[in-house]
């Protein structure tokens, strides 16, 4: 009798374990899907001594783009730039396999393996976080991304 109730709580376990991973598949996916599109870089915040300030965009900062596209259950992210005087040279990157997680997504760049983490505001806005260093101090940074249209 014991070995009917071990036996039978063992096969509960393992059901119960199979379905988180269909829910965290299924968040995933519609993660996934928010993300699908053309996301136009808008705004730059960084944090000084306690305080926000705002970072004033070059021109063609403007211009730059992350493009999620959804392909065979996958997600492809492909970055695009504009440099030059009048921001005429425009390129951009490889298109790079994306994991799309609750709260980040993560990539390889250039045999770098770069982990995101990222902060929804809106159906249309979202945000990068990251720590970078200005003025000799390491700053957390938000960048700011808006749904093209």
């Known amino acids: 009798m014991k070995k009917l109730f071990s036996v039978l709580f063992f096969c509960l376990l393992i059901i119960s374990c199979q379905s988180q991973k269909v829910v965290e598949k299924q968040n995933d996916e519609n993660k996934a899907s928010y993300f699908s599109g053309t996301w136009t870089f808008v705004h730059k915040n960084y944090k000084e001594g306690g305080e926000t300030k705002v970072f ?49 997504f993560s990539y390889r760049e250039d045999d770098l393996k770069k982990v995101e983490q990222y902060k929804i505001y809106s159906q249309n806005k979202f945000s990068i976080i990251y720590g970078d260093i200005i003025n000799g101090n390491v700053t957390e940074i938000e960048d700011f991304y808006q749904r093209k249209k």
């Open 56 to 104: 004033d965009l070059h021109e063609c900062m403007k211009r730059y783009e992350l493009i999620f596209k959804n392909s065979n259950e996958k997600s492809i992210l492909t970055k695009t730039f504009a440099t030059g005087k009048d921001c005429e040279i425009k390129s951009k990157s490889d298109d790079f396999l994306v994991l799309i997680n609750d709260g980040s």
